[in-house]
Nanobody, 125 residues
Framework: QIQLVESGGGLVQTGGSLRLSCKSS????????MGWFRQAPGKEREFVAH????????DYADFVLGRFTISRDNAKSTVYLQMNSLKPEDTAVYYC??????????????????WGQGTQVTVSS
């Protein structure tokens, strides 16, 4: 059974940084694109970032604005999200997901078939 486990969330002040990790087990990590999404209280889940299986294609949400960096280490079956210059509006539960149903839009959550349990990120003002 494929599992994704996120870690690295926590409480940070405005302007601070966090590095999220997502460890995959039970599947063939290296052949799938991976994504990060987030969901704030009372809001719909939204796309944050995507990286394809080689790392050669990366997509970011507009609100990232150069603050976040997605990367992957296929040898460790892990995808990362480095988040810098954090703002209170970045407060959310962050989820990683496997892009198991690739189509034309890696920002669409329908293209992701396995999800982690989420990790809370809280940015204080």
């Amino acid at each position: 059974q494929i599992q994704l486990v996120e870690s690295g969330g926590g409480l940070v002040q405005t302007g601070g940084s966090l590095r999220l990790s997502c460890k995959s087990s039970g599947g063939t990590f290296s052949i799938h694109g991976m994504g990060w999404f987030r969901q704030a209280p009372g809001k719909e889940r939204e796309f944050v970032a995507h990286i394809n299986w080689t790392g050669g294609r990366i997509d970011y949400a507009d609100f990232v604005l150069g603050r976040f960096t997605i990367s992957r280490d296929n040898a460790k079956s892990t995808v990362y999200l480095q988040m810098n210059s954090l703002k209170p509006e970045d407060t959310a539960v962050y989820y990683c997901a496997r892009r198991g149903v690739p189509g034309s839009n890696p920002r669409d959550d329908y293209e992701y078939d396995v999800w982690g349990q989420g990790t809370q990120v809280t940015v204080s003002s």
